[in-house]
Each structure stands twice: as C-alpha cells, then as structure tokens.
C-alpha cells in the first residue's frame, strides 16, 4: 500500500514536469502545480471534521493499517474505516466547493483577461489536489476493508474448529439437534407417562 501511494506522488511529479508539446522533462514546470492557498482551503474545510468526536485517532489508526505488524480491535477497523470513507467525501466536497467559488470570482471579472489565467489554475489545481488526496486514501479504504474480511475468516475458521472438536468429543450439537433432541425427550417422556398411567388403571 506504501508503495502505491508512492507510485501516486510519483506519477503526478511525472505528469507535471513533461512537455507535452516536445515530450522533454523540464523540472521548472513544476513550480506551476504548487499553490499553497488551494492546499490551505482543503486543509480548512476537513480538517476541522477530523477534531470532532474524537475522528483523528481513528484516521491516524487508518494510517497505522499499512503495518502489516499493527494489530486492532475489529471495532476499531471499523471505525477507521467509517472515518476514512467519511474524509474521501469531504476532501471532494471541499475541492468543488473551492473551484466553484474560484469559476464564480473568474465570471465576475471576465473583463480582467489578465487575471483570467491564474484564476482558472486556481481553480483546477484545487480540484487535483482533491483528486490526489481521494487516491490517496483510496489504499487506506482498501486495507481496512482487507483487514475486516481477514477478522471475519479467522471468526469463520475458529467456529469451524470447534464445530469440528465438539462433534468429536461429543459436546458440540447445532440448534437443530438440540430441537431434535428435545422433541425426543419430550415424546419419551409423554410415553412413559402415558405407560405409567396405563400400568395404574391396569392395577386398579
């Protein structure tokens, strides 16, 4: 999973330095995917989620996952999970909510051609950052819905094997052999009670 958010960061370094128009590497075009205020606007409108009810340790135990030696609760997996699910939806929201805004400062100043351009990167680079973040997360998601499904065998193993020890040394019996069971012992019982009343008339 570290690898593959490696990949990301490097895949978009990638694409941002390529000429498309020569195909060289020009690493000045970097510069142009920077810009710290659309970074900022995401980190304002999610991070505050993180600070309520006690979410972040629940996202920081999503980034503890990726340890294959870091061991949880399944509750807590879950709860990982539910936070991680919930911050993809938000990092979303929060970059359409900013290229929104950015779209509508560009139409009301349409006849500013200058400004036309930075405002429109504004814009974009805000929903790639969103985008980046949501892939991102998107490892996160996977491990914790791997380690819920890792914790539901194990639970289905461990059942099977006391299925199985139980049956052998005779402990073990399903609902519907205790039912069977019982409605055995009931039908013995009404015999023998029928019999002994049988026995009792005879002698009287």
Known sequence: MIMEMISIFLGV???GVIDYGSGWIELPRLGFLVDMPSFVIILILTAPVLLKGGLWKDFKRAWQLLWKDYNCHLSEVRRALDVVEMM???VLYAGAISALL???TILHNLSNLASL???LAVAILT???AVIIEMLLLPLQLEAKR???DYMEVDTDTEGMEIVEGKAAGEYMTAEARKAETEKGTLADKKETEKTADTGERQI
């Open 13 to 15: 370094i990638l694409l």
């Open 88 to 90: 993809q939806k938000q």
């Open 102 to 104: 950015t779209f509508i």
């Open 117 to 119: 351009g930075p405002n």
């Open 127 to 129: 929903m790639l950052y």
């Open 147 to 149: 380690r819920i499904v």
